[in-house]
């Protein structure tokens, strides 16, 4: 059923050469026994450290091409996961695409359980991984808890995935042509309501060294999620100041009422700025929502046009030559 099926594994990489180096050498013994034509491409999202020359030998009786696409200034993960899935989808022929990450985290031995699920599909649905087990801290769970919990009520839509998955074909096309897929691979994929299918998997621990995400880039990394969203985002907080605000105004009103009925009508001041305060509240809201859903007209980044921008070139690490980016 896979023969002549071929897979491409994308990895963003930044720095981190050795637990990328380590995860290809795990995908090889992984996927040993596997029919698909299977390669990788490592997305050197800017990275100050070149990739190892030569290439570490895994050893395995099954080895993988690997490549590295090379951009010429460092994007964030997400948007060079965007670049990989353009690149790929115009210059490397694929029947799907893993999308993982590369310091070991999205674990080697799950790739052939999204892969088997793939198949199960008929290559019809994106299949993620879905979390069972986080390895992090205390206060990054709750943090995340936390996250999770404002993702459903702003958007309606659960987190349960991250970028580790598998795309067919079909779909890469869409993602690669999709402005969302710039500010998160995930995101833009349930934006799109594109057919998923969840396998459930553990979180890995990193190979090698420290990430490069702190609490900061956490806390961008979520924003820019949310903001797939954001007309969803615009459209639920617009419903939310007018209720604010008619609350407000009954509450003006009861209380204004209620002085009268005691003998004491209140001062113009006090109703004066008790009314500038929901109007202040209403037009806020009103003109943030209305800024979100006019800017729905502007076209953005769309990475299967502009993603020749931030390509320097792809060679081959585990032989000699390299691939040049036609049209530069």
Known sequence: MSDGVRIIIAMPVYDDWDSAATLCGHLEGALARRAERISIVLVDDGSTTPAPQPWPASGAERAIDVSVLELTRNLGHQRAIAVGLAYIDEHVPADAVVVMDADGEDRAEDVPRLLDALHRTGFARIVFAQRRRRVEGLTFRLGYMTYRA??????????????????????????????????HYAAAVYAARL??????????????????????????????????????????????????????????????????????PPSAAMVALFALIVADIGLTGFGIAFAVFAEREALGFVPSRDYRLFVRGCKRVNEPGRVPVPGR
């Open 150 to 183: 404002l993702h459903r009520v702003l958007t309606g839509v659960g987190v349960q995935v991250g970028n580790f998955s598998v795309i067919p074909a079909r779909y890469v096309r869409h993602l690669a042509v999709s402005t969302e897929t710039w500010a």
């Open 195 to 264: 057919p998923v299918q969840l396998v459930p998997a553990d979180r890995g621990r990193r190979i090698a060294g420290q990430s490069h995400m702190n609490y900061s880039t956490l806390v961008a990394h979520g924003l820019g999620a949310l903001s797939v969203f954001r007309h969803r985002v615009a459209g639920r907080l617009l419903i939310g100041t007018a209720a604010l605000v008619a609350t407000l105004a009954l509450a003006l009103g009861g209380a204004i009422a209620l002085r009268y009925a005691h003998g004491t």
